[in-house]
Structures are given as C-alpha cells and as structure tokens.
C-alpha cells in the first residue's frame, strides 16, 4: 500500500509537470533549417539502370520504366553510361558513373526463385548501399515491379507505386464494365456482366474492387467482386458512386432519387449512413487523407470541386472527377476541367489555392487516379502530337513527363495497391 | 504540509515520493533536450549552382488568378508550361559557373529555373539504429533484410528538404519586390507551427531580414499559406517523425534568376 502510494504519487507530481509543460522543443533535427530560396524547382538526380541482358533483361527494363515513371530521377539512356560491358555480379565502377554525372546506380538480376536488386549511391563507396530481392513466384513481371518498390522505398523514403492495380470502366458493345490491371496493362480481371452500365470503380477493404451497376435500366446498386455481389445500403434510390477512405475503413456514397442527389458518409460496411450537406446535385465523393472529402455539385458558372464543402475548382469551368494526391506538393486535389472541345487536369490545395495545370497540348485529359504514393497521377487521354488514345501517367511535381501506360481508353479510373 | 495531507502519507514517503518525481522529471527533460535542431544551411548561389535538370511546379506566373494575392480572371486557365528563356545577366557581377551541364539546360518557370544543390548526398545528422526502412516495407513475398545505413536517411532528408524548399517558394512572392542589390543579401528565419494535419499553425519570426518590404511580404504570406490551409508534402513514410511539430525555415534568395 505504502509502495502504491509513493508511485501514485509520483506520476501524478510527473503528469502535473508534464502538463504545464511548455511545447516540445523542435524535434526536427534531421531537417535542420530548410532553406527557402525561392525556388519551386526539385533537382532531379541522375539514376543508371545497368543494362543485363538474357534472363535478366526483362527484370532490368521493368526497373528502369518504373524509375523512369517515377519522375524522382532522371533516368538516363543506355549511351549516356559508361561504356560496357555489364554483368550482374561484376563490381560496380562508381568512378566511372560519377563522372557521367549519375547519383544513383541501381541493378536487378535473377536466379532461379528470387529477382533481386543492388543500388549504389556514387560517392558513397563502391558496395551497393541497398540489398533487396523479391521471390518470383509465380509472375516474375509483378516481382520486378515489387523489387522496384522496394529500391525505390529504400531511396527515397516513400514506397513506391508500381506493384499495384488500376479498375476503370470500358466501354462494351451493350453498357460499361468495370475491369482492373496492373499498372502494365496485363493481368486484366473483367467484373460484374458486360450488357450491364457500371460506373465509380474503386478499391474498397481487402483491395476488393466496389461499382455501381445498373441492368436494364434498373435503379443503380453498390457491388463488390467480379461477381458483382451486392451490398444493401438502404437508401431508397439510384447509387451513383462510391468511395472509400484511405484506410479503407468508411464509405461515402452519392445516391439520386426523385431528380435530386445526396451524399451519404458511414462505415465501410455500409452502416451508420448519415446524410452531408451540399450544394445541389453532389456527385463523386472522394474520401482523401486527414477525413477530408471531396465531390463534386452545381455551382456558379456549372459543375464545380469542393472540398469539405469548399469551392476548389475555378470559377466557370465544368469540374468533375477530382481525387486526392497526397504528393511532395502537399495535399492537393487534381480535377478534370472542361477547356474547349477537351478536357485538362489541374491541381489545387485543398482550399483551392495554387492553382496549377498538368496536361495541355496532349489531347483531351480526364479521370485522373492518384498513385497509392501521390507522387503520380494516371489518367485517360486521347493523346495528341502521334500519341494514341490510352491510359497515360504523369509525376505531380514534374507533369510535362508524360509516360503510357497501356492503350486502354475508358473513364472512372482508381489506383491502389 | 502537513496540514493539507491526510495522515495516511507519513511525512518520508512524501519525501521519497518528490524525489522518484524529480527524478523522473529529470529525465524527461533531458530526452527533451536531447533534440536541439541543427542549422543545416544549402549554399545556393549563382556561383555553384549546377543547372542540372529541375522539375518545376507550374505556377504560371503571368496569370494574377493563379498568384498568392493576384486578381482573378473568370474563364481562363493557366498556361500549364512557359519554355525557358535563355536569361541574361544583368550587371555582369557573376560568370557562367564552370559546373553546368551543358548537356541539359534547366528547365524553368516563373519563379522556378534554381539549379537547387538541395539534391546533394551529403549525410545529415541522424540517428542509424532507428532507420526504419526495414520496418515499412510492405508485404511482398521474399524479403531479405536490407542494408540501408544512414546515408539513405540523409537522402531521403535531403529530398524532403527540397520538397519543403519548393512548397514553400512557391508561395513566397517576393520576386520583383525588392532591387537584387539589395535582396540577395536578405535573410530572414522563421520558426513554423506545424499542426497535427500538416498545416501551418502559427509561425513567429524569429530574426527579420531587417527590411521592410521583405519582411512585410513575408508576414503577408505566412498569414496567407496559414488562412488557407494548405497542407505540406508528407515526410518520407519511412520517416514519418522528420517533419515534427515545428519547422525552421531560413527565407532568402541567392539566386538572382528566381528571385529578380
């Protein structure tokens, strides 16, 4: 008892002082003091993939389009290395990559069950600063794309996006379906039945894909799997889209009824739906990070963005399909806007500030999906300048490095791991 | 004292009691003060700036809707891109540096066009056994164990560090505000509330510049990044505690293509 006391006793006297406290000092040692110079400029580094050939080669091309997709790197061509010839378990001459100005050397080789991967950061010895490998398994494509993560979490601090998966819809001769790929365009899983409409493809618990669908003309259900199994929401009405928070834990739904739409916000099981005030006609919401939530409504001059029930999107321009990017440019929501016959993407802060524009002279661009890391935005666009119609991908902090990704042009697009 | 504890506490175990809270308040005072930050200063300047390629945030600067303060102009977008035009220097007080790649010209916009330095490898303080790459990297099947060391921390930092430079200049309109004479001389330090979503809190000054115009301009943005709720590039999620809940910021402009 006497024991209990003492310590009670202390802890309280420790809270006592905790409290009172004055606010902890800077904890920011690694940061220093971050010079502001004016600049809105990122230096990219020079990144090497050392080219392999025979088996290896598939493995090393993978690793290098990612990187180069990754727009955290220039990436440089095969000539601009030093000269050859490479093999994958020779030392590394980092001199001689040093003084073709590269930063980073990353190389992937494979036996027989692993792929693995060596980075060297030039200057910093002539070891390979990262070691990771990945089994095979049964997709050696998906195990580069995984190594690829790896190196590039190990690099930069951020895992990267590229073993991962996007669901879209397509047109088909009678409706819309939903279907999801890799990030390659391969592996593509069909949902749900193709004389079917289905619209808001998204990614919901367990990275199971969730849409809505309509059959013959039928009210609007919310659905799940390639089955299209359905989950009741108990909302009288048509559900027209559907999203989940980051974690994946709730739900937000935009039901239609009696020509007048509403957002609903609840638990990922669908429960404990309550209603969120709008403007009229809210569509696509969008659960993003920090609870925030972004959707679209009528607004002066047509269709706007708001977040959090805030305008984000400029003034007399049709806005639709926003998402948010959580990117080395902060939060920031990024929107279709209609310009002319086309459409462009744009990115704001979530108050609406700091307007900036990805796309322009590449044809008409819409329905852009964030990457799970929000370093990149995926989007349809029907190309210009040769470019064909497809999916494209292009970094948020670097947009004029525009890369393909597959030819599948369709809208309602999603990306998760 | 006595008087106002019960009986029930005899006057040593109070004693013993004050003294196991001192000294674990102790303690707790010097983890606390463990932390001091550490000036790291980036020397950017004309000088060694090496113009390798920039990524550049479009902030189209001919556009007064799109600028912190600008007036807005109902039915137009920015222009996503501005090529860069060769810039010439004005004064003739500095030469060409002798690093440029001359292989690949920056790219630049608006505000942007710094050969930042702040890509450099150079390790930063940090604490290796705490490097948590190992710990965030996912589920995917075959693992080995990595062999991150402290460099790699010092590069993620040093990345993020960019990302904050960036973030913050953009929004930073002092260009055109103050002769280049004069401002490349400027300096001014600021200490950041960063809130628990990643927004400005508050900020104090805490060393102005000493002149009016640029630290008038300064408060005027502050007060505007913190009114609008912006929130900051997320730290590194294999480092998730750099960012912390101040930040310290140093303002100037050595570059006088940015900043002019």
């Given at each position: 008892m006497r024991v209990?006391?003492?310590?009670?006793?202390?802890?309280?006297?420790?809270?006592?002082?905790?409290?009172?406290?004055?606010?902890?000092?800077?904890?920011?040692?690694?940061?220093?003091?971050?010079?502001?110079?004016?600049?809105?400029?990122?230096?990219?580094?020079?990144?090497?993939?050392i080219p392999l050939g025979g088996d290896d080669a598939e493995s090393s091309a993978i690793l290098k389009k990612d990187l180069d997709r990754l727009g955290v790197w220039d990436v440089v061509d095969d000539a601009a290395m030093p000269a050859g010839p490479f093999s994958k378990d020779d030392p590394v001459d980092t001199k001689a990559f040093k003084a073709k100005g590269i930063?980073?050397?990353?190389r992937a080789k494979k036996d027989a069950t692993d792929v693995a991967g060596d980075a060297w950061l030039i200057g910093k010895g002539d070891d390979p600063i990262v070691k990771h490998s990945v089994q095979l398994g049964k997709d050696p494509r998906r195990a580069a794309h995984a190594l690829g993560d790896k190196l590039v979490s190990a690099l930069t601090g951020y895992f990267g996006p590229f073993d991962s998966h996007l669901a879209f819809t397509l047109r088909t001769a009678?409706?819309?379906?939903?279907?999801?790929?890799?990030?390659?365009?391969?592996?593509?899983?069909?949902?749900?039945?193709?004389?079917?409409?289905a619209l808001s493809p998204t990614f919901g618990p367990k990275g199971e894909v969730w849409f809505t669908v309509s059959k013959s003309y039928d009210p609007f259900k919310l659905v799940h799997g390639t089955a299209a199994t359905e989950l009741s929401l108990g909302k009288p009405g048509s559900v027209l889209s559907v999203s989940f928070s980051p974690d994946r834990t709730k739900l937000a739904v935009a039901v239609m009824k009696d020509e007048a739409s509403r957002i609903y916000r609840g638990n990922a099981d669908g429960t404990e739906l309550a209603p969120v005030e709008?403007?009229?006609?809210?569509?696509?919401?969008?659960?993003?990070?920090?609870?925030?939530?972004?959707?679209?409504?009528?607004?002066?001059?047509?269709?706007?963005?708001?977040?959090?029930?805030?305008?984000?999107?400029?003034?007399?321009?049709?806005?639709?399909?926003?998402?948010?990017?959580?990117?080395?440019?902060?939060?920031?929501?990024?929107?279709?806007?209609?310009?002319?016959?086309?459409?462009?993407?744009?990115?704001?802060?979530?108050?609406?500030?700091?307007?900036?524009?990805?796309?322009?002279?590449?044809?008409?661009?819409?329905?852009?999906?964030c990457s799970p890391d929000g370093r990149l935005v995926a989007f349809f666009s029907t190309g210009a300048g040769g470019k064909a119609p497809g999916m494209y991908v292009l970094p948020v902090s670097n947009p004029t490095r525009i890369r393909k990704l597959s030819g599948e042009y369709g809208d309602s697009l999603a990306w998760a791991r | 004292m006595s008087s106002w504890f019960p009986r029930v506490y005899p006057r040593s175990d109070v004693a013993i009691a004050v003294g196991v809270a001192i000294v674990v308040?102790?303690?707790?005072?010097?983890?606390?003060?463990?932390?001091?930050?550490?000036?790291?200063?980036?020397?950017?300047?004309?000088?060694?700036?090496?113009?390798?390629?920039?990524?550049?945030?479009?902030?189209?600067?001919?556009?007064?809707?799109?600028?912190?303060?600008?007036?807005?102009?109902?039915?137009?977008?920015?222009?996503?891109?501005?090529?860069?035009?060769?810039?010439?220097?004005?004064?003739?007080?500095?030469?060409?540096?002798?690093?440029?790649?001359?292989?690949?010209?920056?790219?630049?916009h608006g505000d942007a066009g710094v050969a930042s330095d702040a890509q450099s490898l150079d390790p930063v303080a940090g604490d290796a056994s705490t490097d948590p790459v190992a710990q965030n990297e996912g589920s995917a099947a075959g693992s080995k164990t990595g062999t991150e060391t402290d460099p790699?921390?010092?590069?993620?930092?040093?990345?993020?560090?960019?990302?904050?430079?960036?973030?913050?200049?953009?929004?930073?309109?002092?260009?055109?505000?103050?002769?280049?004479?004069?401002?490349?001389?400027?300096?001014?330090?600021?200490?950041?509330?960063?809130?628990?979503?990643?927004?400005?809190?508050?900020?104090?000054v805490v060393k102005g510049s000493g002149d009016d115009t640029f630290d008038d301009q300064l408060y005027r943005d502050l007060a505007k990044v913190q009114v609008s709720g912006a929130v900051l590039p997320p730290p590194p999620e294999s480092y998730p505690d750099i960012l912390g809940t101040k930040l310290r910021l140093s303002f100037r402009c050595s570059v006088r293509a940015a900043c002019e």
């Open positions: 209990i006391s003492i310590l009670s006793f202390s802890c309280a006297a420790v809270f006592a002082v905790d409290a009172s406290a004055q606010p902890k000092p800077p904890p920011d040692t690694e940061l220093g003091t971050v010079e502001v110079t004016g600049s809105a400029g990122v230096a990219l580094p020079k990144l090497a993939v930063s980073v050397v990353v009678k409706g819309r379906q939903v279907f999801s790929s890799d990030i390659d365009g391969l592996d593509k899983v069909a949902y749900g039945n193709a004389d079917d409409t709008t403007p009229a006609l809210p569509n696509r919401p969008v659960l993003g990070p920090l609870g925030k939530m972004a959707y679209v409504a009528s607004g002066s001059g047509g269709q706007r963005v708001y977040v959090d029930g805030h305008t984000v999107s400029p003034a007399g321009f049709h806005a639709s399909a926003p998402t948010f990017c959580d990117s080395p440019n902060g939060l920031i929501v990024v929107f279709t806007v209609g310009v002319g016959s086309g459409a462009d993407l744009v990115a704001t802060d979530t108050s609406g500030g700091n307007l900036r524009r990805l796309t322009q002279g590449h044809g008409s661009n819409a329905y852009p999906a | 308040q102790g303690a707790f005072i010097a983890l606390l003060a463990r932390g001091e930050p550490k000036e790291v200063l980036v020397d950017l300047s004309d000088d060694n700036a090496k113009p390798v390629s920039v990524a550049i945030t479009p902030v189209p600067d001919d556009l007064p809707m799109l600028k912190l303060g600008g007036k807005k102009q109902p039915g137009k977008l920015p222009d996503m891109w501005l090529k860069p035009k060769a810039s010439q220097k004005k004064g003739g007080d500095s030469t060409p540096s002798t690093k440029a790649d001359t292989e690949k010209a920056p790219e630049t790699l921390k010092a590069h993620a930092v040093d990345q993020y560090r960019a990302q904050l430079d960036a973030w913050f200049s953009a929004r930073f309109n002092i260009r055109g505000k103050v002769p280049w004479d004069k401002l490349k001389d400027l300096r001014a330090t600021v200490v950041i509330d960063i809130t628990a979503d990643r927004k400005v809190g508050g900020y104090d």
